[in-house]
């Protein structure tokens, strides 16, 4: 009964919050979420958590490192079908003008989401070397499409150091980075090395760009680690015949 009772006072106290600020979750519609960004755009107060984290790849679940499949290419597909694609691209077209940092920063990662290589003369991949400082995450590649993001994959995959921008508490940005040099004597670093290569990977079963081919057949031949080699060879069977089947 006690158990119960606290489960009443959680579920209670998470109902009560801004819908925006519900443990991460998204209760909004996207449409709710696309005129906060549209309020953004015309110069409103900017939240670098809630205003705009549940569009674009906010809502896709995609939890493990699995997300070379069917399941994600509908998802992406869909959010290039999205009828709030052309609002999203003129909200952005308009903060990315206006250049304050973060909501800039925001919009970009938006404009890849939606597969929107280009807006207007701006160029999504040409403002990741602006905004994004260490690259894109490679989902967020993915979802772009832009086989121009091919050669930048390549270089990423088996880097000894992956880094990403953040905001700091005063809203400067601060760099965060994890370092996999000394992966051969933590297991928890040998994980995060082997999922920061296979992300890679499932990007390149995504844009599935023959220029990767002849570096797929390298990392599916040669990588150390053999669940590595199978996602690479998983992407190269890509290149060849369409996706079916499962995730």
Known sequence: M??????????????????????????GGDA???????????????????????????????????WAGPIAARYFAGLRRSPLRGRVAKACSKILRRGKYW?????????????????????????????????????????LGDPRATPQLVKRFGAEKECFEQ???????????????????????????REAKIAVLNAMWHLADPQSR????????????????QRAAKALQRLTRPAAGGR
């Open 214 to 229: 002849s570096f797929l057949e390298t990392v599916a031949r040669d990588d150390p680690d053999e669940l590595v080699r």
């Open 103 to 143: 909501p800039a920063k925001q919009c970009v990662r938006l404009m890849a989401a939606y597969g929107l290589k280009k807006v207007g003369s701006l160029d999504t991949i040409e403002l990741q070397s602006k905004y994004f400082p260490f690259g894109l995450r490679p989902i967020e590649l993915a979802a």
């Open 167 to 193: 905001p700091g508490t005063d809203g400067a940005r601060k760099r965060s980075c994890t370092d996999f040099s000394k992966r051969e004597r933590n297991r928890w670093q040998r994980k995060e090395y």
């Open 2 to 27: 006690k158990r119960c009772a606290a489960l009443v006072m959680v579920v209670t106290a998470l109902t009560a919050l801004p819908s925006s600020a519900r443990a991460g979750e998204c209760v």
């Open 32 to 66: 709710d979420y696309v005129a906060q960004l549209e309020q953004v755009a015309r110069g409103g107060p900017f939240d670098q958590v809630g205003d705009i984290y549940c569009l674009g790849l906010g809502r896709f679940r995609y939890g493990t490192n699995r």
